[in-house]
């Protein structure tokens, strides 16, 4: 018998324990908590400290979340994501702006990258506050401006609204000008220049009367002296004052016209391409040259360009500013908080699984006053191996990060009946429509009881191992009978047999000697 004639006879449509990554998961997708429109079968499908993690969405909060590989800190990602979206679609005013915080591979290249590009874990060690903020920051400004350009994105958990340029158009100067800032110092696409003129074209943004005053002068300015001179010498009395007059006036006005042609061209490329690389050398995230920086940054105001305004030092005020502007963007757009989703730190290629390098990259955000802002929480969903880590700090480290107040979850455990219900619905998930109602234990024989099934889950711990032991039982039953034989239940020798070496896997790959 085959595993395809054991689904069919129990009107299976998909194999409900194929899957060992939510990203990649079809399953998942059914349940409805991975953006299908199909709604989730029940409180089954979610792990019970899900509402703890998701605190209140119209009071954002961060919550810290340490767990095993495989116990579903993805999944939980993408959950969180997902009821963010069903609270946005029912409060068009007052939602959340996700910012997905979960692929670091870019991130880190660059900062690798203006670290020297030599050990990779001193680069990692030189992490900061503020390379974090800026990451942050540039993920939701590209995602605002990509959508004030080419439209709202239905799919995203957070679009932005049909009239966002006519609300910024009506809302004044201020929020059009936080806007700006954040577009010139961290939009991350490849043409950010050209999306920056694209933007002050939409908002209706005129560059500093100053700036074009002396752009002109610089281009056009020279045919004024050349024009007095040529009346001068052409067409004035030759033995008469206004000669003389004239070309002193065409000598001044051409040394007018010199000062302002050095000025444009030389001195103010030469600052434009100062600040940027001040900018580059700062926000050590974005993937943007000196030039488009500093093209971008020339743009505003003169007063903008300042280092009380970019963020051109490595002071945390300016970017604490920053996010002061983003939210004040996104409040216009309909979003009175923020949230960021933090996972996957262990699997950039710079870190590989390296518990220090973990740490490297994570500890520089367990910052009080960066994780209690208003309005704004963080979602932090971290391996195992960090919450060791964090237990081995000092007082002093608690002190500043006062995880007491971060909505603690110090390993985020599975029970046998937990796993027993998310198999169930898994199932159930997966049935024909129009099926008859069956259940997990109705899968094997009547000697199994519900207490074997749970027992035998309670040793997997994490949903993924126990989806593991799920499809090998099928297997090794199937694999072991003929389809003549018609034995469409799991016999309790054969559940004993796979939970007994699926627990000796388990236990070989906690204590590091098995690779999965």
Known sequence: MNLSQ??????IVENPFKGEEARDDSVFARLGIAGEERPATGPAAAHSDLEKILGSLARPATSVVFGEKGSGKTAIRMQLADQIRRYNASNPEQGVWVIPYDDLNSLLDEVHERAGGGDAAASIKSMRLVDHIDGMVSIATTAIVSQMIEGPASQTPCPVPADAVRRLRKAGPDVRRDLLILQAAYDNAD???ARGRELRRRLRALPAWTRVAMTAAAWAGWMVPALVAWYAFFRAPADGTLR?????LAAVLTVAWGAAAVRVF???RWRLARLGRRLRRQVRVLRRSERSLGEAAGRLAREDQSVLVLPLTDSDEARYAMLDRLKRVLKLLGYRGTI???DRVDEPTLISGDPER????????????FLQQESFGLKMLLPIELRYALFKESSAFFQEARLDKQNLIERLSWTGAMLYDLCDARLKACRAPGAGPISLIDLFEEDVTGRDLVDALDQMHQPRDA?????RCLSEHCSNVTAEQGQWRVPRLVLEHVR???ADRVQQLYRGIRPA
């Open 6 to 11: 054991f689904f069919e006879h129990w009107q």
């Open 191 to 193: 043409q950010a220049v």
């Open 244 to 248: 003389v007059v004239l070309q002193i």
């Open 266 to 268: 030389l001195m103010e």
């Open 340 to 342: 960021v989703l933090v």
């Open 358 to 369: 973990m740490r490297s990259l994570v500890w520089p955000m367990f910052n009080n006053k």
């Open 467 to 471: 989806f593991k032991l799920m499809y």
């Open 500 to 502: 007994k070496q699926e």
